[in-house]
């Protein structure tokens, strides 16, 4: 019944709202991610995420959901979500939906009953102390509400509009089940679980001691019965179907990671950890900014591709709906974007796990280029904003913290042509479009044989004719030392694939071919024409398949 399908997958993240609009509202929706289906095939990718479509009021676009069994109208109906599905296995397509079930919204029919009174059955749904404890959330505010209805506080990690679900209660549990089993049994492939590791929570609710951020993580991050929650949702559901979960995991660690995806213990098929997304920031906190050195990021790379070698199975991705875009990251130059998506891509997404491409990565889409931070709209955003003001730092810092961090520089409306709308809408969007619409788009980029995107077209379909070696290859880094290069090897027996990366905008000398000396060499991807063995060009990225 369960097959492994998920570790041969390259997956695509679609963020509903800004992908496709069919009928010219503004908003992405459903029927404009089947319209463009075409194009996800013929970019190779297996297997869709899609970022929650369920009814919301959209106070964190989506991630506050109001009723799990119905689509939001902005997105369509659920036989538009029927015939997505259709349409996708049609095409041997996968979906994974999102499944958010740390919290609901506070719009849910079980929170409006819950806070009416403390007998109200569905009062248990969600966690309530009469007084808060000093717990901050993931927004940077205090992470409880006071419900004057029945004088108490509610928990919320993240916003106010979205309480805390209380796993402890088993109607809850029950009502996760019910939810998954609905979707799986329409067709959908598994879920993508959102802060999946925050669900069991330590029932002391006792006060933090870290007085900067998140005060509390220690008792709300892989709380005592998290295991246990997830292997019963395996037992009584999951295991009954061909499907995949990925597990949003924040602050865990590699013991967490093996725990979480050792397969014998049947609870996730993978996760996300986030540490080599905060190599450039302090303390795992974006707005923290901190000096890119590429040393720091292998040494994370490295950590996880040694320590998941024999058990254990991640995600490996740079951009997501959460990140800032990855044109001009790490401290590569934005002017360079033509060598630096392409390098990227090569350095990551041949290491040992399943790769995550988010929509507009393919195309090097690049930061909303805001004037002024009063342009960001998203909710964290909006939230920090106003902690920081709090706070004692100078408004320069906070307009480049801010600049950097937003989640609105990743969800811009997807650039598909140079008309004023990018042909993601004839109606102006939800979110402005990027400026650089007209150099950045698909259609210029479908024509260019050396764009970005017809480099990850290549990328997909060479990762999937060495699918044993992107499986199983054991993997090296074979110059941990370097803060230039990033160059390693994942190798079965006579046979490997070698990836050379430069992370300098100069030319960087190395030794490496020497090794391979009565190999066979092919040269499988280059964001150069030309090729040496003695040096790397500024951001040259070269896959070579070596065999004996
Ligand atoms: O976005 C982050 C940092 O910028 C993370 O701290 C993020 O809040 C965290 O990874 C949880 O993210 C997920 O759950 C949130 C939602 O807002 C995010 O979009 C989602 O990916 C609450 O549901
Ligand atoms: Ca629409």
Known sequence: MKTNWFKDAIIYQIYPQSFMDSNDDGIGDLKGIVSRLDYLKDLG?????????????????????????????????????????????????????????????????????????????????????????????FFGDKAWTYNPETNEYYLHLFNKAQPDLNWENEKVREEVKKICKYYLDLGVDGFRCDVINLISKDQNFKNGHNKLILVGKKYFINGPRLHEYLQELNKDVLSNYDCMTVGETVFTNLEDIKLLTDESRNELSMVFNFDHTSVDNYLGVKWLMRRFKLKRLKKVLDHYQYGLKDSGWYSIFYENHDQRRSVGRFNLKESKAFYTTKMLATAFYFLKGTPYIYQGEEIGMTNLDVESIDEFIDVETVDVIKVMKKLPLTMSYIEKSIKNGSRDNARTPMQWDDSTYAGFSNHEPWLRVNHNKDVINVKNQLKDQSSTLNYFKKLIKIYKEYQILNREGVYKDLLPKSNSLFCYERRCGNELLLVLTNFKDHKVKHKLLNKYQGFKQKILLNNYDNFDNSYLEPYQAILIYLSK
């Open 45 to 137: 990718i297996n297997c869709i995420w899609l970022s929650p479509i369920y009814k919301s009021p959209m106070a964190d676009n989506g991630y506050d959901i109001s009723d799990y069994l119905d689509i939001n109208p902005i997105y369509g109906k659920m036989d538009d979500l029927k015939l997505l599905i259709e349409e996708m296995h049609k095409r041997n397509l996968r979906l994974i939906m999102d499944l958010v079930v740390n919290h609901t919204s506070d719009e849910h029919e079980w929170f409006k009953a819950a806070k009416t009174s403390k007998d109200n059955p569905y009062h248990d749904y969600y966690i309530w102390r009469d007084k808060p404890n000093n717990w901050t959330g």
